[in-house]
Protein backbone atom coordinates (compact mmCIF):
# COMPACT_ATOMS: atom_id res chain seq x y z
CA UNK A 1 0.00 0.00 0.00
CA UNK A 2 1.21 3.54 -0.74
CA UNK A 3 1.16 6.18 1.19
CA UNK A 4 -1.64 7.99 -0.15
CA UNK A 5 -3.93 5.20 0.26
CA UNK A 6 -3.06 5.38 3.96
CA UNK A 7 -4.16 8.56 4.57
CA UNK A 8 -7.60 8.07 2.31
CA UNK A 9 -8.05 4.89 4.70
CA UNK A 10 -7.37 6.88 7.89
CA UNK A 11 -9.79 9.51 6.25
CA UNK A 12 -12.55 6.85 5.86
CA UNK A 13 -11.98 5.25 9.34
CA UNK A 14 -11.93 8.59 11.10
CA UNK A 15 -12.94 11.61 9.31
CA UNK A 16 -14.27 13.78 12.35
CA UNK A 17 -11.10 12.88 14.77
CA UNK A 18 -8.76 16.24 14.93
CA UNK A 19 -5.50 15.67 12.84
CA UNK A 20 -3.64 18.62 12.70
CA UNK A 21 -2.91 21.72 14.90
CA UNK A 22 -0.65 24.93 14.05
CA UNK A 23 -1.34 28.12 15.72
CA UNK A 24 -5.50 29.04 15.66
CA UNK A 25 -5.45 26.36 12.44
CA UNK A 26 -7.00 22.94 13.47
CA UNK A 27 -8.30 20.38 11.05
CA UNK A 28 -10.31 16.95 11.18
CA UNK A 29 -9.17 14.31 9.20
CA UNK A 30 -12.42 15.20 7.21
CA UNK A 31 -11.77 18.58 6.79
CA UNK A 32 -7.99 17.84 5.85
CA UNK A 33 -8.61 15.56 2.99
CA UNK A 34 -10.18 17.80 0.59
CA UNK A 35 -7.52 20.65 0.90
CA UNK A 36 -4.51 18.04 0.42
CA UNK A 37 -6.60 16.73 -2.58
CA UNK A 38 -6.73 20.44 -3.81
CA UNK A 39 -3.30 21.42 -3.45
CA UNK A 40 -2.41 18.10 -4.98
CA UNK A 41 -4.57 19.61 -7.92
CA UNK A 42 -2.38 22.82 -8.03
CA UNK A 43 0.87 21.32 -7.81
CA UNK A 44 -0.49 18.85 -10.79
CA UNK A 45 -1.12 21.91 -12.93
CA UNK A 46 1.96 23.22 -12.58
CA UNK A 47 3.74 20.47 -14.05
CA UNK A 48 4.42 18.50 -10.94
CA UNK A 49 4.17 14.29 -11.63
CA UNK A 50 4.98 10.97 -10.51
CA UNK A 51 8.50 10.81 -10.03
CA UNK A 52 9.30 14.53 -9.54
CA UNK A 53 11.48 15.58 -6.48
CA UNK A 54 10.03 18.35 -5.04
CA UNK A 55 12.22 20.11 -2.69
CA UNK A 56 10.69 21.67 0.51
CA UNK A 57 12.51 24.22 2.59
CA UNK A 58 9.85 25.11 5.46
CA UNK A 59 9.79 24.97 9.09
CA UNK A 60 6.94 22.94 10.63
CA UNK A 61 3.39 24.21 10.12
CA UNK A 62 0.32 23.18 8.17
CA UNK A 63 1.33 23.64 4.78
CA UNK A 64 4.66 22.20 5.28
CA UNK A 65 2.24 19.07 6.24
CA UNK A 66 -0.08 19.31 3.58
CA UNK A 67 2.22 19.46 1.07
CA UNK A 68 4.04 16.04 2.20
CA UNK A 69 0.12 14.67 1.74
CA UNK A 70 -0.44 16.40 -1.84
CA UNK A 71 3.01 14.73 -2.50
CA UNK A 72 1.84 11.08 -1.63
CA UNK A 73 -1.65 11.86 -3.57
CA UNK A 74 0.53 12.53 -6.88
CA UNK A 75 3.25 10.33 -6.34
CA UNK A 76 5.51 13.34 -5.99
CA UNK A 77 8.79 12.63 -4.10
CA UNK A 78 8.31 15.28 -1.03
CA UNK A 79 12.05 16.10 -0.29
CA UNK A 80 12.81 18.61 2.58
CA UNK A 81 15.51 20.00 3.15
CA UNK A 82 16.48 22.13 6.77
CA UNK A 83 15.20 25.85 6.02
CA UNK A 84 18.16 27.63 7.79
CA UNK A 85 20.56 26.36 4.94
CA UNK A 86 22.44 28.57 3.29
CA UNK A 87 22.60 29.77 -0.89
CA UNK A 88 25.04 27.37 -1.27
CA UNK A 89 23.36 24.07 0.05
CA UNK A 90 20.11 24.57 -1.41
CA UNK A 91 21.86 25.11 -4.88
CA UNK A 92 23.67 21.88 -4.22
CA UNK A 93 20.70 20.04 -3.43
CA UNK A 94 18.78 21.53 -5.96
CA UNK A 95 21.39 19.54 -8.45
CA UNK A 96 21.76 16.42 -6.82
CA UNK A 97 17.99 15.89 -6.39
CA UNK A 98 17.36 16.78 -9.94
CA UNK A 99 14.49 18.53 -8.18
CA UNK A 100 11.25 19.76 -10.64
CA UNK A 101 9.89 22.40 -8.13
CA UNK A 102 11.20 24.33 -4.69
CA UNK A 103 8.66 25.42 -1.55
CA UNK A 104 10.41 27.97 0.61
CA UNK A 105 8.90 30.40 3.32
CA UNK A 106 9.73 33.95 4.25
CA UNK A 107 12.63 32.74 6.72
CA UNK A 108 14.02 31.02 3.66
CA UNK A 109 13.23 32.72 1.31
CA UNK A 110 16.65 34.68 0.52
CA UNK A 111 18.70 31.23 0.50
CA UNK A 112 16.39 29.75 -1.73
CA UNK A 113 16.22 32.80 -3.98
CA UNK A 114 19.87 32.74 -4.22
CA UNK A 115 20.32 29.52 -4.72
CA UNK A 116 17.59 29.24 -7.53
CA UNK A 117 19.37 32.17 -9.04
CA UNK A 118 22.76 30.91 -8.57
CA UNK A 119 21.78 27.97 -11.10
CA UNK A 120 20.63 30.21 -13.50
CA UNK A 121 16.41 29.02 -12.79
CA UNK A 122 17.48 25.22 -13.48
CA UNK A 123 13.65 25.29 -15.12
CA UNK A 124 12.31 25.09 -11.25
CA UNK A 125 8.75 25.44 -10.58
CA UNK A 126 8.84 27.89 -7.51
CA UNK A 127 6.22 28.18 -4.79
CA UNK A 128 6.20 31.02 -1.93
CA UNK A 129 4.29 30.02 0.91
CA UNK A 130 4.43 33.17 2.46
CA UNK A 131 3.72 35.26 -0.96
CA UNK A 132 0.19 34.26 -1.42
CA UNK A 133 1.30 30.37 -3.73
CA UNK A 134 -0.25 28.15 -1.01
CA UNK A 135 -3.52 29.62 -1.44
CA UNK A 136 -4.03 29.59 -4.80
CA UNK A 137 -2.66 25.97 -4.61
CA UNK A 138 -5.50 25.15 -2.45
CA UNK A 139 -7.98 26.90 -4.61
CA UNK A 140 -6.84 24.97 -7.10
CA UNK A 141 -9.53 21.90 -8.52
CA UNK A 142 -9.06 18.78 -6.52
CA UNK A 143 -7.42 15.29 -7.25
CA UNK A 144 -10.05 12.63 -7.18
CA UNK A 145 -7.75 10.54 -4.66
CA UNK A 146 -4.06 8.93 -4.29
CA UNK A 147 -2.79 7.76 -7.98
CA UNK A 148 -1.48 4.09 -8.34
CA UNK A 149 1.76 4.11 -7.21
CA UNK A 150 3.62 0.87 -6.51
CA UNK A 151 4.59 0.64 -2.92
CA UNK A 152 8.40 0.03 -3.86
CA UNK A 153 8.59 3.11 -5.72
CA UNK A 154 10.11 6.39 -3.68
CA UNK A 155 8.04 8.66 -1.51
CA UNK A 156 10.07 10.86 0.57
CA UNK A 157 13.83 11.65 0.28
CA UNK A 158 15.51 12.94 2.98
CA UNK A 159 19.09 14.89 3.03
CA UNK A 160 21.77 13.85 6.20
CA UNK A 161 22.97 17.05 7.60
CA UNK A 162 25.68 16.92 6.32
CA UNK A 163 27.70 16.69 9.36
CA UNK A 164 30.99 16.10 6.87
CA UNK A 165 30.81 16.68 3.57
CA UNK A 166 28.15 17.14 1.04
CA UNK A 167 24.54 16.22 2.55
CA UNK A 168 23.75 13.22 1.01
CA UNK A 169 20.25 12.06 -0.66
CA UNK A 170 18.66 9.04 1.62
CA UNK A 171 15.37 7.85 -0.67
CA UNK A 172 13.18 5.96 1.43
CA UNK A 173 10.22 3.87 -0.13
CA UNK A 174 6.66 4.18 0.83
CA UNK A 175 6.63 0.28 2.09
CA UNK A 176 9.96 0.92 4.01
CA UNK A 177 8.41 4.10 5.47
CA UNK A 178 4.81 2.73 5.65
CA UNK A 179 6.69 -0.59 7.81
CA UNK A 180 9.28 2.00 9.77
CA UNK A 181 6.06 4.12 11.29
CA UNK A 182 4.23 1.17 11.88
CA UNK A 183 6.88 -0.89 13.60
CA UNK A 184 7.81 2.64 15.03
CA UNK A 185 4.23 2.61 17.13
CA UNK A 186 4.40 -0.76 18.04
CA UNK A 187 7.92 -0.55 19.60
CA UNK A 188 7.16 2.81 21.34
CA UNK A 189 3.80 1.66 23.04
CA UNK A 190 1.29 3.87 21.06
CA UNK A 191 -2.03 3.86 21.46
CA UNK A 192 -4.65 4.23 18.95
CA UNK A 193 -5.77 8.29 18.57
CA UNK A 194 -2.81 9.34 20.54
CA UNK A 195 -1.70 13.31 20.09
CA UNK A 196 2.57 13.78 19.21
CA UNK A 197 4.33 17.39 19.65
CA UNK A 198 5.62 17.96 16.18
CA UNK A 199 8.83 19.53 17.54
CA UNK A 200 11.30 17.57 15.54
CA UNK A 201 12.36 19.29 11.79
CA UNK A 202 9.63 17.94 9.26
CA UNK A 203 13.20 17.63 7.23
CA UNK A 204 14.29 15.09 9.54
CA UNK A 205 13.44 11.72 10.05
CA UNK A 206 12.06 11.96 13.09
CA UNK A 207 9.75 14.65 12.60
CA UNK A 208 8.51 13.06 9.44
CA UNK A 209 8.01 9.47 11.31
CA UNK A 210 6.14 11.47 13.49
CA UNK A 211 3.53 12.82 11.47
CA UNK A 212 3.21 9.33 9.87
CA UNK A 213 2.83 7.72 13.02
CA UNK A 214 0.27 10.08 13.79
CA UNK A 215 -2.02 9.88 10.63
CA UNK A 216 -1.28 5.88 11.09
CA UNK A 217 -3.24 6.11 14.31
CA UNK A 218 -6.21 8.78 13.56
CA UNK A 219 -4.08 10.81 15.89
CA UNK A 220 -3.39 14.69 15.89
CA UNK A 221 0.12 15.87 15.01
CA UNK A 222 0.41 19.52 17.08
CA UNK A 223 2.77 21.60 14.73
CA UNK A 224 5.82 23.63 16.54
CA UNK A 225 7.50 25.60 13.83
CA UNK A 226 11.19 26.38 15.47
CA UNK A 227 11.95 24.74 19.22
CA UNK A 228 11.12 26.74 22.01
CA UNK A 229 10.66 25.56 25.48
CA UNK A 230 8.06 27.37 26.73
CA UNK A 231 6.06 27.13 24.05
CA UNK A 232 6.13 23.29 23.70
CA UNK A 233 5.61 23.33 27.20
CA UNK A 234 2.62 25.24 26.52
CA UNK A 235 1.24 23.43 23.89
CA UNK A 236 1.75 20.08 25.69
CA UNK A 237 -0.91 21.76 28.19
CA UNK A 238 -3.73 23.33 26.12
CA UNK A 239 -3.65 20.30 24.09
CA UNK A 240 -3.21 17.55 26.22
CA UNK A 241 -0.39 16.14 24.43
CA UNK A 242 -0.14 11.93 25.17
CA UNK A 243 3.40 11.43 23.33
CA UNK A 244 6.92 13.64 22.97
CA UNK A 245 9.22 11.94 21.01
CA UNK A 246 12.07 14.37 20.99
CA UNK A 247 15.77 14.27 21.11
CA UNK A 248 17.33 15.00 25.11
CA UNK A 249 18.04 18.24 24.53
CA UNK A 250 14.64 19.31 23.94
CA UNK A 251 13.98 17.38 27.31
CA UNK A 252 16.85 19.05 28.79
CA UNK A 253 15.23 22.67 27.65
CA UNK A 254 11.65 22.08 29.43
CA UNK A 255 12.82 20.52 32.57
CA UNK A 256 15.81 23.06 32.88
CA UNK A 257 13.16 26.17 31.69
CA UNK A 258 12.76 28.88 34.30
CA UNK A 259 8.74 28.76 33.97
CA UNK A 260 8.61 25.06 33.63
CA UNK A 261 6.57 24.96 37.09
CA UNK A 262 3.88 26.80 35.65
CA UNK A 263 2.94 24.12 32.99
CA UNK A 264 1.05 21.23 33.23
CA UNK A 265 2.90 18.42 31.22
CA UNK A 266 0.97 15.47 32.97
CA UNK A 267 -0.77 14.26 29.85
CA UNK A 268 2.45 13.19 28.07
CA UNK A 269 2.97 10.36 29.80
CA UNK A 270 4.31 8.19 26.76
CA UNK A 271 8.04 9.93 25.87
CA UNK A 272 11.23 8.46 23.37
CA UNK A 273 14.16 9.88 22.34
CA UNK A 274 16.23 9.76 19.55
CA UNK A 275 19.14 11.27 17.69
CA UNK A 276 21.65 11.10 20.47
CA UNK A 277 22.44 9.60 24.20
CA UNK A 278 20.06 10.71 27.04
CA UNK A 279 22.12 11.19 30.46
CA UNK A 280 21.79 9.46 33.70
CA UNK A 281 21.18 12.67 35.01
CA UNK A 282 18.69 13.81 32.66
CA UNK A 283 17.23 10.54 32.43
CA UNK A 284 16.23 9.86 36.16
CA UNK A 285 15.07 13.94 35.99
CA UNK A 286 12.13 12.97 33.01
CA UNK A 287 11.40 9.92 34.96
CA UNK A 288 10.52 11.99 38.13
CA UNK A 289 9.27 14.96 36.14
CA UNK A 290 6.96 13.27 34.22
CA UNK A 291 6.60 9.73 36.11
CA UNK A 292 5.82 8.39 32.14
CA UNK A 293 4.09 4.90 31.57
CA UNK A 294 6.35 4.07 29.10
CA UNK A 295 9.93 5.60 28.28
CA UNK A 296 11.85 4.66 25.30
CA UNK A 297 15.46 4.95 24.00
CA UNK A 298 14.96 4.63 20.12
CA UNK A 299 18.27 4.59 18.05
CA UNK A 300 18.08 4.35 14.38
CA UNK A 301 19.22 6.45 11.33
CA UNK A 302 17.50 7.94 8.31
CA UNK A 303 18.90 5.17 6.04
CA UNK A 304 17.39 2.29 8.16
CA UNK A 305 15.69 3.94 10.99
CA UNK A 306 14.88 1.16 13.22
CA UNK A 307 18.52 -0.73 14.69
CA UNK A 308 17.37 -1.10 18.71
CA UNK A 309 15.19 -0.31 20.94
CA UNK A 310 15.17 -0.17 24.92
CA UNK A 311 11.87 0.85 27.37
CA UNK A 312 13.07 0.56 29.87
CA UNK A 313 15.67 3.07 30.22
CA UNK A 314 14.61 3.97 33.69
CA UNK A 315 16.26 0.81 35.39
CA UNK A 316 19.31 1.10 32.62
CA UNK A 317 20.26 4.70 31.60
CA UNK A 318 21.44 4.65 28.58
CA UNK A 319 20.95 1.38 26.90
CA UNK A 320 19.49 1.29 23.39
CA UNK A 321 18.87 -2.14 24.19
CA UNK A 322 17.74 -5.32 21.33
CA UNK A 323 17.40 -4.82 18.31
CA UNK A 324 14.09 -3.93 16.46
CA UNK A 325 11.40 -5.66 14.51
CA UNK A 326 12.87 -7.92 11.95
CA UNK A 327 16.31 -6.47 12.53
CA UNK A 328 19.56 -7.76 13.15
CA UNK A 329 22.70 -5.83 14.65
CA UNK A 330 26.16 -7.21 14.84
CA UNK A 331 29.45 -4.97 16.26
CA UNK A 332 32.41 -5.14 14.24
CA UNK A 333 36.35 -4.31 14.46
CA UNK A 334 36.29 -0.22 13.78
CA UNK A 335 37.76 0.89 11.06
CA UNK A 336 36.94 4.87 10.30
CA UNK A 337 39.13 4.42 6.90
CA UNK A 338 36.12 1.48 5.74
CA UNK A 339 38.38 -1.43 5.63
CA UNK A 340 36.35 -3.72 8.28
CA UNK A 341 33.70 -6.33 7.34
CA UNK A 342 30.98 -7.80 8.55
CA UNK A 343 32.25 -10.82 9.57
CA UNK A 344 35.11 -8.87 11.90
CA UNK A 345 32.71 -9.41 15.04
CA UNK A 346 34.64 -8.33 18.14
CA UNK A 347 34.43 -9.87 21.61
CA UNK A 348 31.44 -9.88 24.19
CA UNK A 349 31.35 -6.67 25.73
CA UNK A 350 34.17 -5.08 23.36
CA UNK A 351 33.21 -1.84 22.13
CA UNK A 352 33.61 -1.97 17.92
CA UNK A 353 31.68 -0.05 15.12
CA UNK A 354 27.60 -0.88 15.11
CA UNK A 355 26.15 -2.44 12.05
CA UNK A 356 23.20 -4.04 10.42
CA UNK A 357 21.82 -5.31 7.00
CA UNK A 358 20.52 -3.93 4.22
CA UNK A 359 17.33 -6.62 3.83
CA UNK A 360 15.39 -4.81 6.43
CA UNK A 361 12.57 -4.12 5.96
CA UNK A 362 12.58 -0.67 6.96
CA UNK A 363 16.03 0.00 4.85
CA UNK A 364 16.59 2.33 2.07
CA UNK A 365 18.81 0.89 -0.87
CA UNK A 366 21.50 3.03 -1.03
CA UNK A 367 22.47 6.92 -1.37
CA UNK A 368 21.05 8.94 -4.10
CA UNK A 369 23.62 8.95 -6.68
CA UNK A 370 26.42 8.91 -4.50
CA UNK A 371 28.27 5.64 -5.42
CA UNK A 372 31.11 7.23 -3.25
CA UNK A 373 28.92 7.35 -0.38
CA UNK A 374 27.45 3.91 -0.87
CA UNK A 375 31.35 2.49 -0.85
CA UNK A 376 32.03 3.64 2.73
CA UNK A 377 28.68 2.59 3.99
CA UNK A 378 27.34 -0.28 2.50
CA UNK A 379 29.36 -3.37 2.71
CA UNK A 380 28.65 -6.82 1.62
CA UNK A 381 25.47 -6.49 2.17
CA UNK A 382 25.58 -4.46 5.42
CA UNK A 383 25.12 -1.00 6.42
CA UNK A 384 27.87 0.70 8.79
CA UNK A 385 26.28 3.30 10.70
CA UNK A 386 29.83 5.11 12.01
CA UNK A 387 28.62 4.51 15.85
CA UNK A 388 30.59 2.62 18.27
CA UNK A 389 28.93 0.70 20.86
CA UNK A 390 29.42 -2.80 22.58
CA UNK A 391 26.66 -5.48 23.94
CA UNK A 392 26.41 -5.42 27.73
CA UNK A 393 26.17 -9.04 29.98
CA UNK A 394 22.26 -9.36 29.15
CA UNK A 395 22.97 -8.91 25.32
CA UNK A 396 21.75 -5.65 25.07
CA UNK A 397 23.04 -2.57 22.93
CA UNK A 398 24.93 0.59 24.47
CA UNK A 399 26.01 3.84 21.97
CA UNK A 400 29.03 5.18 23.17
CA UNK A 401 29.48 7.64 20.19
CA UNK A 402 31.10 7.79 16.87
CA UNK A 403 34.04 6.06 15.09
CA UNK A 404 35.66 9.48 14.43
CA UNK A 405 34.91 11.23 17.68
CA UNK A 406 36.81 8.05 19.36
CA UNK A 407 39.47 9.65 21.59
CA UNK A 408 43.08 8.12 21.79
CA UNK A 409 45.08 9.17 24.03
CA UNK A 410 48.56 7.90 24.67
CA UNK A 411 47.13 4.55 23.31
CA UNK A 412 43.90 4.26 25.71
CA UNK A 413 40.43 4.65 23.92
CA UNK A 414 38.17 7.19 25.22
CA UNK A 415 34.44 7.55 24.54
CA UNK A 416 33.37 11.33 24.78
CA UNK A 417 29.91 10.02 25.93
CA UNK A 418 31.02 8.11 28.98
CA UNK A 419 32.83 11.70 30.01
CA UNK A 420 30.01 13.52 29.04
CA UNK A 421 27.34 11.59 31.15
CA UNK A 422 29.87 11.79 34.27
CA UNK A 423 30.16 15.57 33.96
CA UNK A 424 26.12 16.08 33.51
CA UNK A 425 25.73 14.63 37.12
CA UNK A 426 27.86 17.52 38.34
CA UNK A 427 24.93 20.08 39.87
CA UNK A 428 27.54 22.80 38.42
CA UNK A 429 26.74 21.55 35.03
CA UNK A 430 24.00 22.52 32.29
CA UNK A 431 25.58 20.80 29.66
CA UNK A 432 28.84 19.56 28.26
CA UNK A 433 30.14 17.78 25.41
CA UNK A 434 33.82 15.94 25.01
CA UNK A 435 36.27 16.28 22.30
CA UNK A 436 40.08 15.32 21.77
CA UNK A 437 42.36 18.06 20.77
CA UNK A 438 46.08 17.35 19.54
CA UNK A 439 48.62 16.91 21.85
CA UNK A 440 52.24 16.67 21.17
CA UNK A 441 53.46 14.29 23.63
CA UNK A 442 49.63 11.91 24.39
CA UNK A 443 48.61 12.40 20.77
CA UNK A 444 45.05 13.42 21.85
CA UNK A 445 44.40 15.42 25.40
CA UNK A 446 40.69 15.33 26.31
CA UNK A 447 38.93 18.41 26.48
CA UNK A 448 35.45 19.77 27.59
CA UNK A 449 33.23 22.51 26.45
CA UNK A 450 30.84 23.23 29.57
CA UNK A 451 28.12 25.37 29.64
CA UNK A 452 28.21 26.08 33.39
CA UNK A 453 24.77 26.08 36.05
CA UNK A 454 27.04 28.12 38.87
CA UNK A 455 29.32 30.12 38.89
CA UNK A 456 31.40 27.70 41.21
CA UNK A 457 31.69 26.12 38.35
CA UNK A 458 35.51 25.51 37.81
CA UNK A 459 38.33 23.41 36.34
CA UNK A 460 39.35 21.99 39.74
CA UNK A 461 35.39 21.06 40.84
CA UNK A 462 35.26 19.39 38.15
CA UNK A 463 38.23 17.87 37.99
CA UNK A 464 37.74 16.97 41.60
CA UNK A 465 33.97 15.33 40.32
CA UNK A 466 35.56 13.36 37.88
CA UNK A 467 38.51 11.61 40.48
CA UNK A 468 35.55 11.35 43.03
CA UNK A 469 33.84 9.28 40.24
CA UNK A 470 33.58 5.46 38.44
CA UNK A 471 35.48 7.08 35.75
CA UNK A 472 39.05 6.10 35.06
CA UNK A 473 41.66 8.79 36.04
CA UNK A 474 43.04 8.70 32.70
CA UNK A 475 40.10 9.52 30.85
CA UNK A 476 38.92 12.55 32.97
CA UNK A 477 39.24 15.83 30.94
CA UNK A 478 42.73 17.69 30.78
CA UNK A 479 41.49 20.96 29.45
CA UNK A 480 38.21 22.88 30.31
CA UNK A 481 36.41 25.59 28.29
CA UNK A 482 33.33 27.48 29.65
CA UNK A 483 31.17 28.88 26.76
CA UNK A 484 27.73 30.62 26.21
CA UNK A 485 26.59 27.54 23.99
CA UNK A 486 27.43 24.25 23.05
CA UNK A 487 26.83 24.19 18.86
CA UNK A 488 23.67 21.92 17.68
CA UNK A 489 21.89 21.26 14.48
CA UNK A 490 18.33 22.43 13.88
CA UNK A 491 17.71 18.41 15.24
CA UNK A 492 19.63 19.59 18.43
CA UNK A 493 22.97 17.43 17.44
CA UNK A 494 25.66 17.91 18.98
CA UNK A 495 27.98 19.08 16.68
CA UNK A 496 31.71 18.19 17.97
CA UNK A 497 33.28 19.56 14.68
CA UNK A 498 32.33 23.05 15.46
CA UNK A 499 34.24 22.89 18.71
CA UNK A 500 37.05 21.40 17.22
CA UNK A 501 37.12 24.08 14.54
CA UNK A 502 36.46 26.83 17.13
CA UNK A 503 33.27 27.51 16.42
CA UNK A 504 32.09 28.64 20.65
CA UNK A 505 32.32 31.86 22.17
CA UNK A 506 34.03 31.81 25.83
CA UNK A 507 32.31 32.78 28.78
CA UNK A 508 33.31 35.88 30.92
CA UNK A 509 34.35 35.17 34.41
CA UNK A 510 35.22 31.64 34.18
CA UNK A 511 38.42 30.55 34.06
CA UNK A 512 39.35 28.15 30.95
CA UNK A 513 42.15 26.19 30.90
CA UNK A 514 42.50 24.84 27.46
Not at 157 to 162: I, K
Not at 189 to 206: I, K, N, V, W
Request: aromatic share 10%.
Amino acid sequence: MNLGTLFHRSWLREPDALAIVDGVRRRSYGEWYPEIRAVAGGLSQRGLGCGDRLLVILANRYETATLYWACQMLGVVFTPFNWRAGVDEIAYVIGNAEAAGIVFEARSREAAAGAVGSLGGAGLTTFDIDDGDFETLAASAPVDGPVSVDEGETCLMLYTSGTTGRPKGVPRSHRAERLAATHCIALLHYRYGASTLGAMPMFHTMGVRSMLMSTVLSGALVCLPAWDAATAMELVERERIDTLFLVPTMFHDMLHHSDRGTYDLSSARNLAYAGMSMTTALTELCAREFEPEHFTNFYGSSEIFTFAVCDHVIEKPGCAGRAGIGQVIRVVEPDPDGGSRPDDVVAAGASGEIIAPMDGMEAFAGYWQRPDADAKAIRDGWYFTGDLGYFDGDGELYVVGRVDDMINSGGENIYPEEVEDVLAKSPLVEQAAVIGLPDERMGARVVAFVEPAALECTAEALDAWCLDSALARFKRPRGYAFVKNIPRSASGKLLRRLLRDGSYEMLDGFQSTL
